[in-house]
């Protein structure tokens, strides 16, 4: 008898493209892996109606999800539309009470609005925003990662992380949080698996622990 291939589909960050995850490897007898693209959002759009647009690229049934920061919340918004096997967030939050505290006071004052998007490419200003200070060191080991420069879609994920409304965490989501993750900080998580050492962009440099990991987190 064949064995039941797992679809796993993967989300990357703001900003960044699926080459985040070109060092996962799973057992090619048990899962397929599909990468994800961010698309540029219509005018309005809501994240809601984004997450709807996007599972029209699930092209199988009972998958699983994967996002890595902002797509740790684009998935979760998607997973309210689809049937899933498992959810996985990763380097993300799962409700608007685990963003940080520099998040909400941009939402109180619409600071955010402020933000100099429009100078996306320049890729400094890029990758600190995505991935955190942690980049300035390997800048050029990056550069690859970051390709969604488009200001509009930019803009509008800014808005979405920021006034994201979730309240409550989505039941038997599984969140792997790094404990040095600078752009949202361990402390302001709860009920995630810690990852000790890890950063924002543990996805990428601590590609191994997935390696390892996620086969059983699925499975289990």
């Known amino acids: 008898m064949n064995q039941e291939i797992i679809h796993v589909y993967l989300m990357p960050g703001m900003a960044a493209n699926p080459s985040i995850f070109d060092n996962l490897l799973l057992p090619n007898n048990q899962f397929q892996l599909h990468k994800l693209h961010w698309e540029i959002p219509v005018k309005q759009e809501s994240i809601s109606d984004y997450a709807l647009r996007m599972t029209k690229k699930i092209k199988h049934d009972n998958v699983v999800l994967l996002g890595v920061s902002f797509g740790g ?3 979760q918004e998607m997973s309210k539309h689809i049937k899933l096997r498992k959810l996985i967030v990763v380097s993300s939050v799962k409700t608007k009470d685990e963003l940080p505290k520099r998040f909400k006071i941009l939402k109180a004052t619409k600071a955010y609005k402020l933000l100099p998007t429009q100078l996306a490419s320049n890729l400094d200003l890029l990758a600190k925003f995505a991935f955190g200070d942690l980049i300035k060191k390997r800048i050029e080991l990056y550069k690859k990662y970051l390709s969604v420069n ?40 709860n ?30």
């Open 73 to 75: 919340i684009l998935v």
């Open 150 to 189: 488009d200001k509009y879609y930019l803009d509008w994920s800014i808005e979405q992380i920021i006034n994201w409304e979730q309240k409550e965490a989505i039941p038997e989501s599984i969140h792997i949080h790094g404990e040095k993750d600078i752009v949202f900080p361990h402390h302001c998580v």
């Open 191 to 220: 009920g995630c698996i810690t990852i000790k050492g890890g950063t924002h962009i543990m996805i990428i440099d601590r590609y191994k622990w997935f390696n390892e990991n996620l086969p059983k987190l699925i499975l289990e």
